[in-house]
């Protein structure tokens, strides 16, 4: 069974930094894509970043490009996503997901990954 479980958020003045943490249980995530995804209260889910399966490889949104980064620590089965430069329109829920398959191709649609962490709220005050 694939679980996720997603740490780190909070409360955040504008301009500080947070890390999310995702500790992935159920399979190595040496052998899938995990991404994070942020959800603003009344508005659909949204990519942030991705990162291959074989970690060379990290996609984000544009919103978050130069002050986001997606990274993994394979030996504690965990994704990370270190953001700076923190925003108030960064306010969200933060997901971290996987896909199905170690195949599956990249996408910014959400239902291309099968599995969802519960979220971690994150708030940034102006």
């Known amino acids: 069974q694939v679980q996720l479980v997603e740490s780190g958020g909070g409360l955040v003045q504008a301009g500080g930094s947070l890390r999310l943490s995702c500790l992935v249980s159920?399979?190595?995530?040496?052998?899938?894509?995990m991404g994070w995804f942020r959800q603003a209260s009344g508005n659909e889910r949204k990519f942030v970043a991705t990162?291959?399966?074989?970690?060379?490889?990290?996609i984000y949104g544009d919103s978050v490009k130069g002050r986001f980064t997606i990274s993994r620590d394979n030996a504690e089965n965990t994704v990370y996503l270190q953001m700076n430069s923190l925003k108030p329109e960064d306010t969200g829920v933060y997901y971290c997901?996987?896909?199905?398959?170690?195949?599956?191709?990249?996408?910014?649609?959400?239902?291309?990954?099968?599995?969802w962490g519960q979220g971690t709220q994150v708030t940034v005050s102006s």
């Open positions: 997901a996987t896909v199905a398959d170690w195949n599956t191709p990249f996408s910014y649609s959400p239902t291309a990954y099968r599995y």
């Open positions: 159920g399979r190595t995530v040496t052998n899938y894509r």
């Open positions: 990162i291959s399966s074989s970690g060379t490889t990290t």
